[in-house]
């Protein structure tokens, strides 16, 4: 085990990130909203027929799932009681679990062209 390093979590390390923090609040946030978004629009137009609410049920999965797994990588990588960092060498992961939230509340309700 490194320097600092607690045998118990071997993922973690002496320090914290700041922006890890506010990536995982911004995957939380994107996956409420993708949750209200889905469950009251389904109630506003009632049940939706064939791909678009199999569509929209995909992006809400994978919303909650970027959630899921940024909160078990907060959990696994930062310990707040050490000192905190602006970025750390989890921050890329922990961006790219934010930006998949995002799209997926951006992609689950994209309005569809209008047909002609």
Same mark, same amino acid.
Request: one cysteine or more; glycine letters at 6%; a positive charge.
């Given at each position: 085990?490194?320097?600092?390093?607690?045998?118990?979590?071997?993922?973690?390390?002496?320090?914290?990130?700041?922006?890890?923090?506010?990536?995982?609040i911004i995957t939380f946030i994107a996956?409420?909203?993708?949750?209200?978004f889905f469950v009251t629009r389904r109630?506003?137009?009632?049940?939706?027929?064939?791909?678009?609410?199999?569509? @929209?049920?995909?992006?809400?999965?994978?919303? =909650? $799932? !970027? #959630?899921?797994?940024? +909160?078990?990588? %907060?959990?696994?990588?930062?310990?707040?009681?050490?000192?905190?960092?602006?970025?750390? @060498?989890?921050?890329?992961?922990?961006?790219? =679990? $934010? !930006? #998949?939230?995002?799209? +997926?509340?951006? %992609?689950?309700?994209?309005?569809?062209?209008?047909?002609?």
């Amino acid at each position: 085990s490194g320097i600092g390093q607690d045998s118990r979590f071997p993922l973690r390390s002496d320090s914290w990130s700041m922006a890890n923090a506010l990536f995982a609040i911004i995957t939380f946030i994107a996956a409420f909203a993708c949750s209200i978004f889905f469950v009251t629009r389904r109630k506003a137009e009632g049940e939706e027929a064939g791909g678009e609410g199999r569509r @929209k049920l995909l992006w809400l999965t994978v919303s =909650l $799932a !970027a #959630a899921a797994a940024s +909160a078990a990588l %907060f959990m696994l990588t930062q310990d707040i009681t050490r000192s905190m960092m602006l970025f750390d @060498k989890w921050s890329a992961a922990f961006g790219i =679990l $934010a !930006a #998949a939230g995002v799209i +997926a509340v951006r %992609f689950a309700y994209a309005k569809k062209p209008a047909e002609a």
